[in-house]
């Protein structure tokens, strides 16, 4: 069976954890987990009749005292970028990230994932700046690891773009 790593990428308390979980083991759970370090999680996926394992790298998130290791990036096959659609910053954090693992691996397809669409009365990034970003050639996906919105479609988009790389 093929096997490609996948990097989770973003900011603290974005929801990658809970997104790898939701997708995994199809959990959600409202406590906050930090994530130290990495948490190596896996998944088999069909993909146009091909088996896949998906490696999946859930990334401690960046802040002020947490820079990301970009040793861990290497052998990635491709990254999902995570935004919390309820705070601006972390959009801008996940297109800094998105440069610093172009500098790191090189090109590699991605997927940018902006979760917590359960939570539309806080919304903070307009949509005018999302579709910049897809007119750019960026694959956006709404999410909610809450409800498991658009969750399964983001991880299908970076299996179905690592396969045929």
């Known amino acids: 069976m093929i096997q490609k790593k996948i990097c989770l990428l973003g900011t603290f308390a974005v929801g990658k954890t809970s997104l790898t979980d939701r ?4 959990i ?4 906050y987990r930090t994530t130290v370090g990495v948490r ?3 998944k088999a996926v069909e993909i146009g009749h091909q088996p896949l394992n998906l490696i999946i790298w859930d990334l401690a998130g960046e802040d002020e005292l947490v820079v990301l290791r970009t040793e861990y990036l290497r052998g990635a096959s491709g990254y999902i970028l995570v935004a919390d659609g309820t705070r601006r910053d972390t959009l801008d954090k996940a297109i800094d990230l998105h440069g610093r693992a172009r500098a790191t ?3 590699l397809p991605f997927v940018l ?3 917590k669409t359960d939570r539309t009365e806080d919304w903070a990034i307009d949509e005018s700046v999302l579709e910049q970003h897809s007119k750019e ?3 956006v996906v709404l999410t909610s690891a809450k409800s498991g919105q658009g969750v399964e479609e983001v991880f299908t988009a970076i299996a179905e773009k690592v396969a045929s790389g």
Request: hydrophobic letters at 40%.
């Open 23 to 26: 997708f995994v083991e199809s």
């Open 137 to 139: 050639g960026w694959p």
């Open 105 to 107: 691996l090189g090109e």
């Open 40 to 42: 190596i999680c896996k």
């Open 113 to 115: 994932a902006v979760n």
């Open 28 to 31: 959600f759970s409202d406590r």
